[in-house]
């Protein structure tokens, strides 16, 4: 039976007993529990949970994904628009534009994926969301135990074999390099045409840069009047939201004179960027999945791609009897991004420079793939040919030497 509620199928005497036994409870229902629920649902796992909170400060502000791949994916009716064309320009104004194909960049809203993995999920006859806040988990014989209160103040139990955690931990575990990608994007419209609608750009690094770390614009066309244009940093320190707004006012009015515009909506963001090592079990039946259990990219803060590569895996294990949550990220790709946040963070690159000269130097289409770990090693090492290999270098050989540090999260903003 599938619904939405904080009901249960065998609620307990004062609704504190068990709820009800289930092959899999998925903790938190955003990018990487709706996407596991969804995968789940397709391979055959008989009886699911997602514990989702209720509405209030648990729950993350609404948000766009974007990723690139390479044809209709699951998700395709809840995409809002896609490119197949992408750019990149460098701070002197230079230009390198591509079709990437067969990849295309594509952009999902929060709110329409998660309509739509609902939808699925009430469809299935063994799949709930339940809306409720989960507290703890406890290991027990055959499995896990999860202890939640819904929104009118019962406490539940619900009992799985297997329970995967997306809940944002409260704390990052120690790095050597943490940077956070901070963010924030207006939705605009402008008084004429202004968009072209086949080319998303990814960086576009004509602002002003910081003193550490680095800044670039980013503009996704939603058609020839509305976009989404952000202003992004790679630094320490997430900025006001008032120094975003003036940061995105120069850039629209100053770099891309877009004329008069009126602001529909904004959205706001902190990503981890840290070469922390994230736990990935944590009891014998329980899992941490999503940005919890290091899916971030940290080179880019790409997410989503790599949550569909790992929830598709782990309902493929299921399905085969085994419980196994791959690495969202090889060792390789780890390693490498190390190195770069940790040039980043020293100023020992150039941002701005390092960016444009991969995408100058390395076809788009292969840049991408090495980005979402489907490169070979071979073509890996070409592409750190075209790094500044000096300093790359010095940092590779003193990493090994440096202490693993706590970080901490900054406040993620809900505007
Ligand atoms: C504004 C923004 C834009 C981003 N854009 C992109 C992008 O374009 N491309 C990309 O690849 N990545 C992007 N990211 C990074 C990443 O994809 C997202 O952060 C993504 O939401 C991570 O998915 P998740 O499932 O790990 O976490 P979330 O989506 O945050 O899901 C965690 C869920 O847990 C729930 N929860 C929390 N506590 C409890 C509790 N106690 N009980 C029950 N439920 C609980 C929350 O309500 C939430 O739904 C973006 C991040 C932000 C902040």
Same mark, same amino acid.
């Given at each position: 039976?599938?619904?939405?509620?904080?009901?249960?199928?065998?609620?307990?005497?004062?609704?504190?007993?068990?709820?009800?036994?289930?092959?899999?409870?998925?903790?938190?229902?955003?990018?990487?529990?709706?996407?596991?629920?969804?995968?789940?649902?397709?391979?055959?796992?008989?009886?699911?949970?997602?514990?989702?909170?209720?509405?209030?400060?648990?729950?993350?502000?609404?948000?766009?994904?974007?990723?690139?791949?390479?044809?209709?994916?699951?998700?395709?009716?809840?995409?809002?628009?896609?490119?197949?064309?992408?750019?990149?320009?460098?701070?002197?104004?230079?230009?390198?534009?591509?079709?990437?194909?067969?990849?295309?960049?594509?952009?999902?809203?929060?709110?329409?994926?998660?309509?739509?993995?609902?939808?699925?999920?009430?469809?299935?006859?063994?799949?709930?969301?339940?809306?409720?806040?989960?507290?703890?988990?406890?290991?027990?014989?055959?499995?896990?135990?999860?202890?939640?209160?819904?929104?009118?103040?019962?406490?539940?139990?619900?009992?799985?074999?297997?329970?995967?955690?997306?809940?944002?931990?409260?704390?990052?575990?120690?790095?050597?390099?943490?940077?956070?990608?901070?963010?924030?994007?207006?939705?605009?419209?402008?008084?004429?045409?202004?968009?072209?609608?086949?080319?998303?750009?990814?960086?576009?690094?004509?602002?002003?840069?910081?003193?550490?770390?680095?800044?670039?614009?980013?503009?996704?066309?939603?058609?020839?009047?509305?976009?989404?244009?952000?202003?992004?940093?790679?630094?320490?320190?997430?900025?006001?939201?008032?120094?975003?707004?003036?940061?995105?006012?120069?850039?629209?009015?100053?770099?891309?004179?877009?004329?008069?515009?009126?602001?529909?909506?904004?959205?706001?963001?902190?990503?981890?960027?840290?070469?922390? #090592?994230?736990?990935?079990?944590?009891?014998?039946?329980?899992?941490?999945?999503?940005?919890?259990?290091?899916?971030?990219?940290?080179?880019?803060?790409?997410?989503?791609?790599?949550?569909?590569?790992?929830?598709?895996?782990?309902?493929?294990?299921?399905?085969?009897?085994?419980?196994?949550?791959?690495?969202?990220?090889?060792?390789?790709?780890?390693?490498?991004?190390?190195?770069?946040?940790?040039?980043?963070?020293?100023? #020992?690159?150039?941002?701005?420079?390092?960016?444009?000269?991969?995408?100058?130097?390395?076809?788009?289409?292969?840049?991408?793939?090495?980005?979402?770990?489907?490169?070979?090693?071979?073509?890996?090492?070409?592409?750190?040919? #075209?790094?500044?290999?000096?300093?790359?270098?010095?940092?590779?050989?003193?990493?090994?030497?440096?202490?693993?540090?706590?970080?901490?999260?900054?406040?993620?903003?809900?505007?």
């Amino acid at each position: 039976m599938s619904r939405e509620a904080g009901t249960s199928r065998r609620a307990g005497p004062g609704g504190g007993g068990r709820d009800r036994v289930d092959d899999v409870v998925i903790l938190g229902g955003g990018a990487a529990g709706l996407s596991l629920a969804h995968w789940l649902t397709r391979t055959g796992t008989t009886a699911l949970t997602v514990v989702e909170a209720p509405d209030g400060p648990l729950r993350p502000a609404e948000r766009t994904w974007c990723s690139w791949d390479d044809g209709p994916g699951e998700f395709e009716e809840a995409v809002t628009a896609s490119w197949p064309r992408m750019r990149v320009r460098a701070p002197d104004g230079g230009v390198v534009e591509a079709a990437p194909a067969p990849l295309r960049y594509r952009m999902l809203r929060s709110q329409d994926f998660e309509r739509l993995v609902h939808a699925r999920l009430a469809a299935h006859p063994a799949a709930r969301v339940l809306r409720a806040t989960a507290h703890t988990v406890r290991n027990v014989p055959e499995g896990a135990e999860v202890r939640c209160a819904t929104g009118d103040g019962r406490t539940l139990t619900l009992r799985g074999r297997y329970v995967f955690d997306s809940r944002p931990p409260p704390g990052l575990p120690p790095s050597r390099t943490t940077l956070f990608q901070h963010f924030r994007g207006w939705f605009v419209r402008t008084a004429s045409p202004r968009f072209d609608t086949g080319v998303a750009d990814l960086m576009d690094f004509r602002v002003p840069q910081p003193r550490h770390g680095l800044a670039f614009g980013y503009v996704l066309p939603l058609g020839p009047e509305r976009a989404l244009v952000e202003y992004t940093e790679f630094s320490r320190t997430p900025l006001t939201t008032a120094a975003y707004d003036e940061a995105l006012r120069h850039y629209t009015g100053n770099v891309l004179r877009l004329g008069p515009l009126g602001v529909d909506s904004t959205e706001q963001g902190v990503i981890p960027m840290t070469d922390a #090592r994230f736990p990935r079990r944590v009891g014998p039946a329980v899992f941490r999945i999503g940005a919890a259990g290091g899916a971030t990219r940290p080179a880019t803060g790409y997410t989503f791609a790599a949550v569909q590569r790992q929830s598709r895996a782990i309902a493929a294990a299921l399905r085969d009897g085994a419980a196994h949550v791959p690495r969202p990220h090889a060792r390789r790709a780890l390693a490498m991004d190390a190195v770069l946040l940790r040039a980043l963070d020293t100023g #020992r690159i150039d941002g701005p420079e390092f960016f444009t000269g991969l995408f100058r130097r390395v076809p788009m289409e292969r840049l991408l793939r090495f980005l979402d770990g489907r490169s070979t090693p071979w073509e890996e090492f070409g592409i750190g040919l #075209r790094t500044p290999v000096g300093p790359m270098l010095r940092t590779a050989a003193e990493l090994p030497f440096l202490p693993r540090r706590a970080a901490s999260r900054p406040e993620e903003s809900r505007t």
